[in-house]
C-alpha cells in the first residue's frame, strides 16, 4: 500500500495555504508533517481524510481497497474527540466500532489498551481531555483502518499515555499500516519522512504564507 | 450493528439523557398551549373552533426547538467530520438521525396533544382527527427542518435562521393538517381530502428531506 501525493495544493477561503506538495508514504512508514501554526498541516490531513477539497495536484492510494475512498479506509484523529459527554466511555467507544463497521467484541480489549478499562461506565462529560483524547484513540484500536491520519495526537497526553500512543503506533506500522503524523514536537517515534511545509518562506506575514513543501529521508 | 442503526441508537440514547431535547419539546408544547385559554378567555366556542389550529402551531413550534442541535452538536464535538469520512451513505445516516429525532421529540407531542386538547374544548373525534393528522404531519415537520438544520450546522447560533428558513416551507403541512383537523370540528369539507394532501406532502419531504440535507452538509465540509 503506497499513499503518494503530487504537487497537492490547499486553498482555505481565497488564500493559497500551501501547493507543489509532493510526497509518499508505503506501509509501515510514517510521515511526520511539520511546521509553524498556520502552515496548513491540519488543512492537509483533512484533505487526505477527504474532508476538504483538494485545490490542485492529485492524491493516490496504490494498493488499497478500489472500491472506497481514501477518507474510508483511514482513521481521522483531529483536534476534536468526537465524544457525546451525555454517553459513557463504553456507549461512546460501542457506537464508533459499530458506526465504523466492527463487532462489539473488541470494545473491553480496546479500552484496556488504552488505559480507559476502569472508567468504562463513566460517561464521557467527567473525562479529562487526557482522557477524552485517550477514548478516541480507543477508536483507532477498536477498528482495523490501514491509514492513521493523526492531528497533534499527542497534544493533551501525559508521558506514559505518550508511550502507550508511540507503542500502539508501532504495533500499528507492523501490521502494514501507515501513518500521517502532524506534530510540533517529537512524535517518540522515528519517523520515516518527513514533510516541512514552511520551508521558503519562515515567518511570512498574515495573507503570504505560501509554504512549499520539502520532503526529507 | 450495522452503521446507520447505531447512529439511530445513539441520537435515541442521547435524546433521553440528561440535556436531551426529548424532554423540553414536550414541556414547551404544554406551556404554549396552557397559556393559550389564558390570553382567549373562557369561549369555549371560540377555543373549540381554534384549537386544532393551536395546537397544531405549538406542535410546529415545539419540534423546531430540539432541531438546531441535530447536527451541530456532532459538528462542535467532531463527530460530524467522522460521519462525513465513514462508509455509511451520508443520505441514510441523516435520515436515521431524522427518524430518532422524530420518534425523540415528536412522538411524546402527539402522545401530549389529546390531553391537551381537553383544555381547548375538543370533543372525542375531533382529538382523534387531531392526533391522526399530527402523527402522519410531524414526520414532515422533522424532514424540512432537517434541510434547515443542515444549512446552519456551521453557524454558531443557527437557531434563529433555521426558524426562518424552515417555517415558511412548513405552511403546506400547517395548512393542510389544521383544515384536516378542523373538517372534523367544523365541517363542511370531508376529513379525506385534506388529509391525503398531508399524507403526500410526508411522502415527498421523507423522499426529498435526507438527500437535500445531505448535500448540505457535503457543501459544509469546507
Known sequence: MRLSAS???????????????????????????????GAGKSSLLRMVAGLLRIAGGRLQLAGGDPQLTIG???????????????????????????????????????????????????????????????????????????????????STLDASAQQR???????????????????????????THELQLDQTVPYPLAGEGQGRGTLRK | MTPVAAIFVRDLRIAVRV????????????????LIPFALGPDLALLKRIGPAILWLAALLASLLALDRLFSADHEDGSLDLILTGRAPL??????????????????????????GLLLNLDAPAELALVLTLLVGTPALTFIGLIGAAIAVTLRRGGLLLAVLVLPLTVPVLTFGVAAANAVV?????????FTILCALTLASLAIGPFAAAAALRQEME
Request: net charge positive; aromatic share 6%.
Open chain 1, 7 to 37: 504537487d497537492l495544493a490547499c486553498r482555505r477561503g481565497g488564500r493559497e495555504v500551501f501547493a507543489g506538495l509532493s510526497f509518499s508514504v508505503e506501509a509501515g512508514e510514517v510521515l511526520a508533517v511539520t511546521g509553524r501554526n
Open chain 2, 186 to 194: 367544523t365541517g363542511p369539507t370531508p376529513f379525506a381530502t385534506p
Open chain 1, 165 to 191: 500512543l508511540v507503542d500502539l503506533m508501532r504495533e500499528h506500522l507492523a501490521g502494514a499500516g501507515l501513518i500521517v503524523v502532524a506534530t510540533h514536537g517529537a512524535t517518540g517515534l522515528t519517523a
Open chain 2, 91 to 116: 443520505e441514510l445516516v441523516v435520515a436515521a438521525k431524522g427518524l430518532a429525532h422524530w420518534l425523540s421529540t415528536s412522538v411524546p407531542l402527539i402522545v401530549a396533544a389529546p390531553l391537551l
Open chain 1, 72 to 154: 474510508e479506509q483511514a482513521h481521522y484523529l483531529g483536534h476534536l474527540d468526537a465524544l457525546k459527554p451525555a454517553l459513557t466511555v463504553t456507549e461512546n467507544l460501542r457506537f464508533w466500532s459499530g458506526f465504523l463497521g466492527t463487532s462489539a467484541a473488541n470494545i473491553g480489549p480496546s479500552l484496556e489498551a488504552v488505559g480507559l478499562h476502569r472508567l468504562a461506565h463513566l460517561p464521557a462529560a467527567y473525562l479529562s481531555a487526557g482522557q477524552r483524547r485517550r477514548l478516541s484513540i480507543g477508536r483507532l484500536v477498536a477498528v482495523k483502518r490501514p491509514i492513521w491520519l493523526l492531528d497533534e495526537p499527542a
Open chain 2, 19 to 34: 440535556g436531551g431535547g426529548a424532554l423540553m419539546g414536550v414541556l414547551f408544547f404544554l406551556v404554549v398551549v396552557t
